[in-house]
């Protein structure tokens, strides 16, 4: 690769040489379709290597449109993105040829990495109150089961993409080219998410600052913070002590009543108000934190000063980290994916202990099998999984892209998997006995104890640290520490995602330039969230951008990698990269039951509209709906650009072009198969996949009766 040599035996138009002698090789290749990048030069400069070597030990152009500045004169260095350390780091580059892809420093840094970016804030903050609105150990048993056969094989097939071809989410569609919007598409949900996500790291900053008082703010009641007709508990304090219920037997009243305690029986008449009560750390939460305005018709409100600075220091972290990178060792690697662990357990060892959590593991480990017929709880089972696991967002492809071609990534997402359920159910038996606490502390049922919703993390949480008698500010610093750490790791690889894509989209732009832009826009999208009707605003974007949008396009996804590439393509690709035999057990996920059963649940929340937050209004519903049609609608609108890449001019015109010259048919066909840039990067793994593609048979793994009736035991892709 050292030298042009070899690219002399090959005529081209973009040199001016000689042409070919007798006795020289000549290789007619046909021409990678011009990718669809948004404004991006249609050469991709040290994108893919330009020559293989034949048999013969001649050097051949395998793309003839990539070798038009190979001459140009360039510097050995060339900057790097790495995704772990987000650090950019310098790869070497030979004449003539790419730069070696930046790796991982080693296997155990990208198992550690995909763990710290799945198990998050989806994890800890999501997980608890999906389960707890969908019945606790109703929950379960959907989650279980969707986990091992869609979470695992959708976990598997994107990391698997990501290492075979060496490329990010938008350019692994080189595929399939004609599905490359869905690309884009998870470039918008995945922002969605990341803004609201930084919302919730910001009030996870707050409250480590109001960590640091001599008394912790949400253990006590507050006058100024109360409501009309509604009786606050402080921590450790018991509603007998404050409320006095009354039975239809014990008044002329037909119904139970519940009073200020110190209310004589014989002065409750038909016009005595019959009081609610509510935790001090939700009354803290939601009127001194939020300052909750559940009316939004009149418009949101203004952001909080305190939560604002907060949010801007949130992005400050993460365009520092993004800018400069951080250095990355095996130590603190090692002390940011078990830090969270270690705290979490002193929480859980607190939360069994407390009076009353045995009630609420109860209604967190017992299966209701009634509502195992409701698909609700399986269509909560399915986002959840998709949300926790970081599936359909596109970061594991551009995560797994940076693994050596042979990285063992079944073994990886087995044990990530696994993890990331494993914290979940930790994340949720904490919740589960806090909630059984609360609910004997207030003489309610667990489904009554706190409002359901994203809230309830900053509800639950801050009781239990409260209980503890020895330090509790200090136990309460380490967990918002692990809560910030947690979500600052899953936030900064999602935004990663987002200006990475941008980036290159636009390679003539300074990076600093584009991810300050993305920083002040995502700060200035963050000002929705913290204001009195953030809440609303939150439940709304999550519904409709980080539900429905990435179950849309995961859908898409599915069906164009498992259907239109194919299945036992995709597997043998697979078994060659990974030197093992997938079962059949991958075949049937990957083919059949999630290419089938996600449209359907799709189909089934448009429909139902399950899971929409409550008391959206039609104008909100609207709004929604918006974010989610945009972000579909970039599928189609990048599959008419593939089809029209070829022609110059605007738009319109290339349309046109298209449909005059008669081609159209063929160009439509032609986006549905693989370009010539798909497949391994390296040039001998490249060279022994093409091998492997004519002696391999898609349907060798069939028994030999089955292949005889298909007639398809020769057949070769």
Not at 517 to 525: R, S
Request: hydrophobic letters at 45%.
């Amino acid at each position: 690769m050292g030298d042009n040599k070899g690219y002399e035996d090959v005529e081209m138009t973009a040199f001016k040489n000689p042409p070919p002698e007798e006795n020289d090789v000549v290789v007619e290749i046909k021409p990678r379709k011009k990718s669809v990048s948004y404004g991006r030069k249609t050469s991709i400069v040290y994108s893919r290597g330009v020559s293989i070597e034949a048999s013969s030990g001649k050097k051949l152009v395998k793309n003839i449109q990539r070798t038009e500045s190979i001459h140009e004169p360039t510097e050995n260095k060339v900057p790097l993105f790495r995704l772990n350390s987000i650090a950019k780091d310098l790869g070497t580059k030979e004449e003539g040829e790419e730069p070696e892809r930046q790796q991982w420093d080693s296997p155990i840094e990208f198992l550690l990495s995909c763990i710290s970016m799945s198990v998050g804030l989806g994890n800890v903050w999501r997980f608890p109150f999906t389960a707890y609105e969908n019945g606790g150990g109703a929950f379960l048993i959907p989650y279980i089961l969707v986990l091992f056969f869609v979470g695992r094989p959708l976990y598997l097939l994107e990391l698997a993409l990501g290492q075979f071809s060496s490329s990010g989410s938008v350019r692994v569609w080189d595929m399939v080219p004609a599905f490359g919007g869905i690309g884009y598409g998870q470039v918008i949900a995945t922002g969605c998410v990341c803004t609201y996500y930084c919302s919730l790291i910001g009030l996870s900053i707050y409250y480590l600052g109001m960590s640091c008082y001599p008394t912790l703010p949400w253990t006590l009641c507050s006058e100024e913070l109360g409501v009309p007709q509604q009786i606050c508990i402080p921590s450790g304090g018991n509603k007998s002590e404050f409320v006095s219920c009354f039975g239809s037997n014990e008044t002329d009243l037909n119904s139970t009543i519940c009073v200020e305690a110190g209310t004589v029986v014989e002065n409750i008449t038909n016009m005595t108000p019959n009081v609610s009560v509510i935790s001090s750390a939700e009354q803290f939460f939601r009127f001194g934190v939020l300052k909750e305005k559940k009316d939004i018709s009149e418009g949101l409100g203004l952001p909080d000063p305190p939560l604002a600075g907060c949010l801007a220091v949130c992005w400050l972290l993460i365009y520092l980290s993004l800018r400069k990178g951080v250095s990355s060792s095996g130590k603190v690697a090692y002390f940011t994916a078990i830090f969270p662990y270690v705290v979490m357990l002193i929480m859980l060892v607190r939360g069994l202990t407390l009076p009353g959590a045995s009630r609420g593991l109860w209604f967190f480990f017992t299966p209701q099998w009634e509502k195992l017929a409701s698909l609700k709880v399986w269509y909560a089972a399915v986002t959840q999984s998709f949300f926790s696991l970081s599936i359909g967002f596109g970061t594991l492809t551009t995560y797994s892209s940076y693994n050596k071609f042979r990285h063992n990534t079944n073994r990886d997402a087995l044990i990530i998997s696994f993890a990331d359920t494993g914290t979940s159910l930790l994340a949720g038996t904490i919740i589960f006995s806090i909630l059984g606490h609360l609910a004997h502390e207030l003489d309610v049922d667990i489904e009554d104890v706190v409002k359901s919703g994203g809230g309830l993390a900053f509800v639950s949480y801050p009781e239990v640290l409260a209980k503890f008698t020895f330090a509790p500010q200090m136990f309460a610093v380490l967990f918002f520490l692990m809560l910030i750490t947690l979500g600052l790791g899953s936030a900064i690889g999602l935004f990663s995602a987002v200006t990475t894509t941008i980036c290159d989209s636009f390679p003539d732009t300074n990076r600093k330039s584009i991810i300050k832009v993305c920083c002040a826009f995502g700060l200035a999208i963050g000002m929705f969230y913290i204001t009195p009707g953030g809440q609303t605003m939150l439940d709304l974007v999550d519904y409709y951008g980080g539900t429905l949008l990435i179950l849309a396009l995961a859908s898409l996804e599915v069906i164009a990698i498992n259907w239109i590439y194919g299945t036992n393509v995709l597997t043998r690709d697979f078994n060659f990269m990974l030197g093992t035999n997938l079962s059949v057990y991958w075949r049937f996920c990957w083919g059949v039951l999630c290419p089938v059963l996600l449209p359907l649940l799709f189909f089934y929340a448009i429909f139902t509209q399950a899971g929409m937050p409550k008391e959206l209004s039609a104008t909100a519903q609207v709004f929604g709906w918006i974010i989610a049609v945009l972000g579909i609608l970039v599928v189609p609108f990048h599959f008419v650009l593939s089809i029209t890449a070829d022609e110059e001019g605007e738009f319109l015109q290339r349309v046109l072009s298209v449909v005059k010259s008669g081609l159209l048919g063929q160009k439509f066909s032609e986006i549905f198969l693989p370009n010539s840039a798909w497949g391994p990067t390296s040039i001998e793994e490249r060279r022994n996949w093409q091998e492997c593609q004519e002696t391999v048979g898609i349907y060798d793994w069939l028994p030999s009766f089955i292949r005889s009736k298909l007639g398809s035991k020769e057949e070769k892709k």
